[in-house]
C-alpha cells in the first residue's frame, strides 16, 4: 500500500471540514476493475482501492473493491511539488480513533451511518451477512454504508461483526459522514 496516497487521501478529507474549495475536482468512485483511469496534466492517476461494505434491498451486506478517481495532478500548497489531489464531495460530520484491543470480537451490528474506516495498526476483520470476510492492515480502508442491513426471514444478522486479527491492538481512523449524506463514494450503489 502507497502510505503516501493514505496520507493525501486523509489530507483531502480533512479539508473538507473547512471552507477551502477545489471545485474543479471530480473525485467520484468506481468498481476496481473499472479500466478508466485519471488522467491530469499529463499525469496518469495510481490507484487508490478501498473496500466498500454495504447492504442490498433485502438487507443482505456484502464487501465490493472499489478505486477512488478524479484526483488532479497540481500543487496543494504552493511552492511545493505536483502531488495528487481530491476533496471528497461527501460532508464530514466527525473525525475518531478507535482502537480494537487484541482478542476483540464485536457483536453484530451495523455502521451509524455512511463511514470511512482507515486502518492505522494492527489487523481486524470484518464478516458480512453473506459470509464475506475481509482482512485489513495498516493502510487499508474501508467504506462503511450498510446503515440500512436489516434482520431478513433467513438470516436475523445484520450488518457485519468485526474482530481483532492477531495480537497487536487495531488502530482506526474513522471519518463519520452527517446522516443523510449522498453517499457518492459507494461503488456499490
Not at 476496481?32 to 499525469?43: F, L, Q, V
Not at 478501498?50 to 478517481?69: F, M, N, P, Q, V
Not at 471519518?175 to 453517499?183: D, E, F, S, Y
Request: proline share 9%; aromatic share 8%.
Amino acid at each position: 500500500m502507497n502510505y503516501s496516497l493514505i496520507k493525501t487521501f486523509i489530507l483531502v478529507s480533512l479539508s473538507s471540514l473547512s471552507p477551502l474549495s477545489y471545485a474543479a475536482t471530480q473525485v467520484h468512485s468506481v468498481e476496481s476493475s473499472n479500466p478508466t483511469a485519471t488522467h491530469s496534466n499529463g499525469e496518469t492517476q495510481p490507484p487508490i482501492k478501498y473496500a466498500s461494505l454495504w447492504a442490498d434491498k433485502s438487507g443482505a451486506t456484502h464487501i465490493k473493491t472499489c478505486r477512488i478517481e478524479g484526483l488532479q495532478f497540481k500543487t496543494y500548497a504552493p511552492p511545493s511539488a505536483p502531488q495528487w489531489i481530491g476533496v471528497s464531495p461527501d460532508q464530514i460530520e466527525s473525525i475518531a480513533y478507535a482502537v480494537l484491543p487484541p482478542g476483540y470480537e464485536g457483536t453484530w451490528h451495523h455502521a451509524p451511518g455512511p463511514q470511512w474506516v482507515i486502518t492505522l495498526s494492527g489487523k481486524w476483520s470484518v464478516q458480512t451477512t453473506d459470509g464475506s470476510v475481509l482482512i485489513q492492515g495498516p493502510g487499508e480502508m474501508q467504506f462503511n454504508a450498510d446503515s440500512s442491513s436489516h434482520p431478513r426471514n433467513n438470516d436475523p444478522h445484520v450488518g457485519h461483526i468485526s474482530k481483532t486479527v492477531g495480537n497487536d491492538p487495531n488502530v482506526q481512523l474513522i471519518i463519520k459522514l452527517k446522516p443523510n449524506v449522498r453517499q457518492t463514494m459507494n461503488c456499490a450503489d
